[in-house]
């Protein structure tokens, strides 16, 4: 496909993505807030069948939220059902995913530093995960251990590390991350329309037919959006990782997923408590230690150790221990820099599928990449994850090299 389309059809695809993630998102916060915060009404409206009700004002205007016990006596002629914002989400992440990752194979999914995939194979694996990450996780939830949530909780994380762990060493670390995300999403989709929506048609219709609805769906719904609450906040992380190699171009990228999970988890359960008037700021305090250690834990140049975590990092450690920097040719860093990542950024990239300067980041000249050298630092010596899947074959002394040069205040000349 011509890359301009392609651009076109990601931008379209994703800003759908967003903007309809954002309306399924901010309904789910909302319910969920809604629910938690209902107050005891006054009897005459308990003997109307509301169970809780709320006051709020917003825009301009008073509201007035009540909640069934079970259902009105009579249908209202319109109710409101939300699920389009569930499945337009996954929908336009499906087609984005497709797009960038399996037509793009070659360039997005398959890194043959890590496995030397064929696009189909590639294709292949990763919708067998993702459909089979549903269908194992509904089995789970439909078997004995669903009366045990935390037992079931801690099995669905660990099936999760194990999965984190064989997508990054399948896919490229970016592709590793997405298919986590898509797995999780597809659960939470999943959830909406075979569990949530078939309990609330079955409520629907025990109301019309006067006959109670079977008690097992509550149980099962209750269920399922319980682990959609907390596996939101992970799945928005997933969806802006693409901009931060520092957690998927990591030689550990599997465990760090694992663990901001984990923490972005436990993060909600802090505003779940809150809003039914629980505060346990610890949570959210405990949550904040966590990532101080994790950031700490990761860190491309070890804080407090001063030992390097990559050997291009050793270099320059060793350099400026020694604080008698080897002069470096500034000749040499434009050729190289030139030579290994010019393909791509550069006013007229001669690469065969990035035509336009991604990140609108151009290294033509040596003055360009003196103010690129902080970028260029964070990705090439840090991340190590330019060039891009090292298309261009940059070598460990060139690293090195570079390395030097921004150590010694990225000269230009
Ligand atoms: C095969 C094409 C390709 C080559 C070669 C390449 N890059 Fe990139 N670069 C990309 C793509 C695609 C992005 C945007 C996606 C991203 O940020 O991961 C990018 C983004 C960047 C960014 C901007 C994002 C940021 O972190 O600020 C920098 C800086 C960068 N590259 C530096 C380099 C350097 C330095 C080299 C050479 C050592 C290089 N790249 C080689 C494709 C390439």
């Given at each position: 496909?011509?890359?301009?389309?392609?651009?076109?059809?990601?931008?379209?695809?994703?800003?759908?993505?967003?903007?309809?993630?954002?309306?399924?998102?901010?309904?789910?916060?909302?319910?969920?807030?809604?629910?938690?915060?209902?107050?005891?009404?006054?009897?005459?409206?308990?003997?109307?069948?509301?169970?809780?009700?709320?006051?709020?004002?917003?825009?301009?205007?008073?509201?007035?939220?009540?909640?069934?016990?079970?259902?009105?006596?009579?249908?209202?002629?319109?109710?409101?059902?939300?699920?389009?914002?569930?499945?337009?989400?996954?929908?336009?992440?499906?087609?984005?995913?497709?797009?960038?990752?399996?037509?793009?194979?070659?360039?997005?999914?398959?890194?043959?530093?890590?496995?030397?995939?064929?696009?189909?194979?590639?294709?292949?694996?990763?919708?067998?995960?993702?459909?089979?990450?549903?269908?194992?996780y509904?089995?789970l939830?439909?078997?004995?251990?669903?009366?045990?949530?935390g037992i079931l909780g801690i099995v669905l994380l660990t099936l999760a590390t194990a999965l984190a762990?064989?997508?990054?060493?399948?896919?490229?670390?970016?592709?590793?991350?997405?298919?986590?995300?898509?797995?999780i999403?597809?659960?939470?989709?999943?959830?909406?329309?075979?569990?949530?929506?078939?309990?609330?048609?079955?409520?629907?219709?025990?109301?019309?037919?006067?006959?109670?609805?079977?008690?097992?769906?509550?149980?099962?719904?209750?269920?399922?959006?319980?682990h959609?609450?907390y596996t939101?906040?992970p799945?928005?992380?997933?969806?802006?990782?693409?901009?931060?190699?520092?957690?998927?171009?990591?030689?550990?990228?599997?465990a760090?997923l694992i663990a901001?999970i984990v923490i972005?988890a436990i993060?909600?359960?802090?505003?779940?408590?809150?809003?039914?008037?629980?505060?346990?700021?610890?949570?959210?305090?405990?949550?904040?230690?966590?990532?101080?250690?994790?950031?700490?834990?990761?860190?491309?140049?070890?804080?407090?150790?001063?030992?390097?975590?990559?050997?291009?990092?050793?270099?320059?450690?060793?350099?400026?221990?020694?604080?008698?920097?080897?002069?470096?040719?500034?000749?040499?860093?434009?050729?190289?820099?030139?030579?290994?990542?010019?393909?791509?950024?550069?006013?007229?990239?001669?690469?065969?599928?990035?035509?336009?300067?991604?990140?609108?980041?151009?290294?033509?000249?040596?003055?360009?990449?003196?103010?690129?050298?902080?970028?260029?630092?964070?990705?090439?010596?840090?991340?190590?994850?330019?060039?891009?899947?090292?298309?261009?074959?940059?070598?460990?002394?060139?690293?090195?090299?570079?390395?030097?040069?921004?150590?010694?205040?990225?000269?230009?000349?």
């Amino acid at each position: 496909m011509d890359p301009y389309l392609t651009e076109w059809l990601n931008l379209l695809l994703r800003f759908l993505h967003v903007i309809t993630g954002i309306a399924w998102i901010g309904a789910s916060f909302y319910f969920i807030w809604l629910d938690n915060h209902l107050e005891k009404p006054p009897q005459w409206k308990i003997d109307q069948g509301i169970k809780g009700d709320l006051w709020a004002i917003h825009g301009g205007g008073f509201y007035e939220v009540a909640k069934y016990q079970l259902a009105p006596r009579t249908m209202p002629s319109t109710l409101h059902w939300f699920k389009w914002e569930a499945y337009t989400t996954w929908i336009t992440g499906f087609f984005l995913l497709a797009l960038m990752y399996y037509v793009g194979a070659e360039v997005y999914l398959i890194d043959k530093r890590i496995a030397d995939l064929t696009q189909w194979q590639a294709i292949g694996v990763g919708l067998t995960v993702i459909i089979g990450g549903w269908f194992c996780y509904d089995l789970l939830c439909n078997s004995k251990l669903a009366k045990q949530g935390g037992i079931l909780g801690i099995v669905l994380l660990t099936l999760a590390t194990a999965l984190a762990y064989f997508l990054t060493h399948t896919f490229s670390a970016r592709g590793a991350y997405i298919h986590m995300g898509a797995v999780i999403g597809t659960i939470m989709v999943g959830n909406v329309f075979r569990i949530i929506i078939p309990s609330q048609q079955a409520l629907v219709t025990a109301v019309k037919t006067g006959k109670m609805p079977d008690p097992q769906w509550g149980a099962k719904a209750k269920l399922r959006s319980t682990h959609n609450t907390y596996t939101t906040l992970p799945l928005v992380f997933i969806m802006i990782s693409n901009h931060y190699p520092i957690t998927y171009s990591h030689a550990y990228n599997w465990a760090i997923l694992i663990a901001i999970i984990v923490i972005t988890a436990i993060s909600r359960q802090y505003f779940v408590l809150r809003h039914k008037g629980i505060h346990k700021p610890g949570i959210l305090i405990g949550a904040g230690i966590a990532t101080v250690v994790l950031a700490i834990s990761m860190a491309p140049f070890a804080l407090f150790t001063s030992k390097p975590t990559s050997p291009a990092q050793a270099h320059t450690t060793m350099v400026e221990k020694h604080h008698q920097p080897a002069i470096v040719d500034v000749v040499q860093i434009e050729q190289v820099l030139k030579n290994r990542c010019a393909s791509c950024h550069s006013i007229k990239p001669t690469d065969n599928t990035f035509r336009i300067a991604p990140g609108g980041v151009l290294l033509d000249d040596i003055l360009a990449m003196q103010q690129w050298a902080p970028r260029i630092k964070a990705r090439v010596i840090d991340a190590t994850d330019m060039p891009f899947m090292n298309k261009t074959g940059m070598t460990q002394p060139e690293r090195e090299l570079i390395a030097r040069w921004i150590a010694q205040g990225a000269p230009a000349s």
